[in-house]
């Protein structure tokens, strides 16, 4: 059974990542990435880290996706691009080589040192019938506890990229960069 | 008959490197920058996968708070790269990547 969901799962993120390579409509793009996304929830699901999951689909697909969306709506980039050309000589080819050495040298790290990540013993608190939060409480005990700093130094992160945004969005007239 | 081969940690590991060297080719090939922010996006599920099969591999809940936090700076990150996008492409509405050399001055 779990096989069964992997395979489907992985199926849906590969698909959607080749998809998000190879659509030269960016709006396409979009709804591959759309398609990775939940792939990848279902796999936290699997994974028992049904909180993740949530916020993977509400963040990712609900909202990144949705801002991706917009700015090709605002900007009017929504017409194919033409891929048939290859502006740069060599670049596709090299791209290649370079992406799957890449994967190369990651696949040979995993398969000799799969022996290294032996399981540590006891398994993750997961979620049961009598306790259906268990993942939710186990996630807010490290965040709220030992991790604590790191939330807070987030919610300055955020207001920094809120405010900063703003400011680079707005037209400045007095300055003559606007139109 | 299907229950006898379990998906196992590795497994998750090299999909999750298949992945991120999809999201890799994507960002070196594509030429207009929203596309290759959704590579980017790609390459960060990459990492976020082999994060959470680690924290249950190794019964660890840490490998999900990091999930949650690079999620939080995914979400920041793309807010300001979107923006930077915006206010470029409001001067040249069909600008690719290659443009961005006139930043040279």
Known sequence: MELVVFVLAAAMVLGGALGVVTRANPVHAAMSLVLTLFGIAVMFVSHNAHFLAAVQVIVYAGAIVVLFLFVIMLLGVDESEDLSVEPIAKQRPLALILGGGLVAIIIAAVVTGRENFASAGGALESATLESPDANIRALARSIFSTNVFAFEITSVLLLVAVVGTVVMARRMKSLGTGK | ?105
Do not use: H
């Open chain 2, 1 to 105: 008959m299907l229950s006898a081969v379990e998906p196992t940690t590795s497994w998750y590991l090299i999909l999750s490197a298949v992945l991120f060297g999809i999201g890799t080719v994507g960002v070196l090939v594509r030429r207009n920058p929203l596309v290759m922010f959704m590579c980017i996006e790609l390459m960060l599920n990459a990492v976020n996968l082999s994060f959470v099969a680690l924290a249950t591999q190794l019964s660890n809940i840490n490998g999900q708070v990091a999930v949650f936090f690079v999620m939080v700076v995914a979400a920041a990150e793309v807010v300001v790269g979107l923006g930077i996008i915006v206010s470029i492409m409001r001067r040249r509405t069909d600008a690719t990547a290659d443009d961005l050399s006139g930043l040279k001055g």
